[in-house]
Every structure is written in C-alpha cells, then in structure tokens.
C-alpha cells in the first residue's frame, strides 16, 4: 500500500514523514517489490515531473545551440565581407559625415 501511494504522491519526502519512515525505506520497499514481480517500477508522480521538465530544458538547449550556430555563421560571413573590402582597399563606411 505505501509503495502504491508513493508512485501517486508529489512528495516521497512527505508520504514518509506521514507514515513514520525514512524516505530512503519507501524506495527500498519499491524496488523489492519490483524485483519480486521482475519488472521495472514505473515511476513516481515526481519522477514524471521530472523527466517531463528534463525533456523540456533538453529542447530550450537545443534551440539555444541552433540560434548560436546560427548567429555564428552570419558573423564569420560578415567577418569574411569585412576583411574582401579591407583587401580590395575600398574605403569603410561610416554612419557620421566627413567634413
């Protein structure tokens, strides 16, 4: 019953402190009885939370690292525009008028 309310409940922290155990006792309890049946335990409410929110920072990452690729390249392409007209000895532009 314990095990069962613990795959159900935000917090183990406070299923244990309700029955009187230590935290660490619900997932030992968890695991036997997983080992017993030979199946994997499926995972608690906070576990899904969890893996759902690691997921989601996985993607933000991913955005992040396709927007700096990206912004990367239209540097170095405009590094690369700088450095022909430098060479060609063309004269810089600039936003300020010449007297």
């Given at each position: 019953m314990a095990v069962r309310r613990m795959q159900e409940c935000e917090s183990v922290a406070e299923l244990a402190a309700e029955l009187g155990v230590n935290r660490?006792?619900?997932?030992?309890?968890?695991?036997?009885?997983?080992?017993?049946?030979?199946?994997?335990?499926?995972p608690s409410?906070?576990?899904?939370?969890?893996?759902?929110?690691?997921?989601?920072?996985?993607?933000a990452l991913a955005n992040r690292a396709l927007e700096v690729d990206f912004f990367k390249g239209a540097l170095q392409k405009i590094e690369a525009r700088r450095r022909q007209t430098e060479e060609a000895g063309a004269k810089a532009s600039t936003t300020k008028s010449e007297s």
């Open positions: 660490q006792l619900l997932y030992k309890w968890r695991d036997a009885l997983a080992s017993l049946d030979g199946i994997t335990p499926p409410a906070r576990e899904v939370t969890l893996i759902n929110e690691n997921r989601l920072l996985k993607q």
